[in-house]
């Protein structure tokens, strides 16, 4: 699909159907394009087709690197044509397994906001917050979703603000804050006959629209490029001239630890790290037409293996291990 088409005239079967063949043919990527596909064939309306794909992932769950996240979206795409038990129960697997990505958390909890069951969603809500965001000095760009479903969930339900709504409300940086943007009040005045109430529903609406075209303008993360200790040895071996910008495997650590540092002080969001192969990068230079010794092509090829969905969060959650494959965690290693 070309980006430029608009949206309306996409022909989601086909772009499915598209999308399984390039897995088939990139199995390294089939992941992330199933993922896609499936998307495309809930646009289509054939929700059993899409659960399909989920249940083709899953099936090889060993090499997923997101299993919670397919289980989630098999959960709420299940739940859209009537099966709601199954998508229960995939749900409870979910919040039980505790997983370290916000993303499951976000699907399971708005699968249950959708269907009206708003206590249960702001018990996920918080339940994901409790495990990803305890003792966590600054929450990661990837849990401002989480922060933000939670006070809009509350704000439904008429809870008072506790210290989590205060930090979405201080990391919403839409003119309108979070709680005119929640007020469960709002559907009203859509239909009052008053200008001002009109008026002031069309600012939170354009408010609204520039935050969600802001997530949009980043779908991947800034990412920084990572070179295991072997497959550096190999590819300055191959290309002697990135010797100058690789002169050794500690200090290339230690800049992908500083460059993200100085990243986030700028106030740069959705950081990441991606982690490079040899012959990845091969064919990606080839791709381009460029030798692979052109420096100028290894922050083109982080870039790409980012849009890919290769990119791992930086700073990793509290616990996790560290980004550059030590075996201690983050912490203990180049957190300190």
């Not at 993303?103 to 996920?124: C, G, Y």
């Not at 200008?195 to 629209?209: G, N, V």
Request: glycine share 6%.
């Amino acid at each position: 699909m070309r980006p430029d088409t608009p949206a309306e005239n996409v022909d989601h079967n086909a772009e499915a159907a598209r999308l399984e063949r390039t897995a088939d043919r990139y199995p390294e990527d089939a992941e992330a394009l199933l993922l896609q596909a499936a998307a495309h064939l809930e646009l289509a309306g054939d929700r059993p087709a899409a659960s399909s794909l989920y249940d083709r992932l899953l099936a090889a769950q060993d090499g997923l690197e997101n299993p919670f996240l397919v289980r989630a979206l098999k959960a709420a795409n299940l739940w859209e044509y009537g099966h709601e038990a199954e998508a229960r129960a995939i749900i409870d697997g979910v919040r039980a397994a505790s997983p370290r990505d916000p993303a499951p958390w976000v699907i399971v909890a708005e699968a249950l906001e959708s269907h009206d069951e708003l206590e249960q969603a702001q018990e996920t809500f918080t339940q994901g917050a409790k495990v990803l965001l305890t003792d966590v000095p600054e929450p990661p760009y990837s849990t401002h979703p989480l922060l933000f479903g939670r006070h809009r969930v509350r704000r439904m339900l008429g809870l008072a603000h506790d210290e989590w709504d205060t930090l979405a409300d201080t990391l919403h940086s839409s003119p309108v804050s979070l709680d005119e943007l929640h007020d469960p009040k709002r559907v009203w005045s859509l239909g009052s006959e008053n200008p001002a109430e009109l008026e002031a529903e069309i600012s939170r609406l354009r408010a609204e629209l520039g935050t969600y075209r802001e997530a949009l303008s980043r779908p991947f993360p800034v990412a920084v490029l990572h070179w295991p200790a072997s497959e550096l040895a190999e590819l300055v071996d191959a290309y002697p001239s990135l010797s100058a910008e690789y002169p050794s495997h500690e200090e290339h650590l230690a800049t992908i630890e500083a460059s993200l540092r100085e990243l986030a002080a700028s106030g740069t969001a959705n950081l990441g790290i991606v982690s490079g192969t040899v012959p990845s990068y091969e064919a990606f230079a080839a791709s381009e037409g460029t030798s692979p010794s052109e420096t100028s092509l290894l922050p083109q090829y982080a870039t790409t293996l980012a849009a890919r969905g290769r990119a791992a969060e930086w700073p990793p959650q509290r616990g996790a291990g560290c980004w550059c494959g030590s075996g201690r965690s983050y912490g203990e290693c180049h957190g300190e």
